[in-house]
């Protein structure tokens, strides 16, 4: 049986202050283990080893967009990794020329482990591979695991933004990364298991949201509904809707049948073959 299972580490938008910055693990049943998102300063190790996780438990990294509250905590990840693994292979990091240079620069600031960076990668200071850097184009499969493989699209977000699309074993999950509502979203996420779109306010906030470069739920919901997904979990929440998260859900209701859930920090659910 075909399984994928998932774990928020974090679900706060980026100007939320209750909950971690997004970082999304999967784990699927030929053995490959994904991170979604690099979350922001230490909350990324904190909150992976509340669940087990820990530094060196991770190999390869889907990266969405540049913003500090998904590619922050990379470089904290790479320096507990590295010294507690240094002849471990390097974290390959696949997104986008955009993104990768962001990352990059991030790490030359921050120069965790006192590493040195160029354009195939990263090295520490005896010169092993810490980073490797894996640019993709929307649209081609990346191999990621034996029966794994990743597909990105381009979204309504910052240049370079993109969604990923992860399959293995017949199961597809979609993430939207931060996006408005995107009609490459929902070409991407047709006949999906299970979307995980964000929703940074309600639909009667949906100006709000759609001048902020985001969705409300009613597009998530909007967009889960015309893909014909199973299943719906939004995530990216902003304060506002931090403790009460019903209206979210209500609001989607109104558009989509499915099954509708609001992630919260920790969360994990899985998405299985039978």
């Given amino acids: 049986m075909a399984e994928i299972k998932i774990t928020f580490l974090g679900t706060g938008a980026g100007n939320c202050v209750y909950r971690n910055h997004t970082a999304i693990v999967l784990e699927c049943s030929d053995g490959t283990r994904l991170l979604l998102d690099g979350s922001s300063g230490n909350s990324l190790l904190r909150q992976g080893a509340a669940v087990g996780f820990l530094p060196e438990d991770y190999d390869q990294i889907l990266v969405t967009h540049d913003h500090a509250d998904h590619i922050g905590g990379l470089p904290f990840l790479q320096g507990q990794r590295t010294l507690v693994s240094p002849d471990g292979p390097p974290l390959r990091v696949y997104s986008t020329e955009e993104s990768l240079d962001a990352v990059r620069i991030l790490c030359e600031a921050t120069r965790m482990r006192s590493i040195t960076v160029d354009k195939e990668g990263a090295k520490d200071h005896e010169g092993r591979p810490v980073f490797q850097w894996l640019p993709i184009i929307a649209g081609h499969a990346v191999e990621l695991g034996p029966s794994t493989h990743a597909t990105c699209f381009t979204v309504d977000h910052v240049d370079g933004a993109v969604g990923w699309r992860i399959e293995c074993g017949g199961i597809s999950v979609v993430f939207s990364g931060d996006t408005r509502f995107s009609e490459n979203l929902v070409n991407a996420s047709m006949g999906a298991d299970l979307l995980i779109h964000e929703a940074l306010t309600t639909g009667k906030d949906g100006d709000s949201a759609w001048n902020r470069l985001h969705s409300s739920s009613a597009e998530a919901a909007r967009a ?15 304060s506002g809707l931090h403790d009460n998260t019903q209206p979210l859900i209500d609001d989607a209701g109104k558009y989509f049948n499915g099954t509708i859930s609001v992630a919260h920090d920790l969360y994990q659910l899985s998405v299985s073959s039978s």
């Fill in 224 to 238: 889960a509904a015309t893909a014909g997904v199973k299943q719906l979990v939004m995530t990216h929440i902003d």
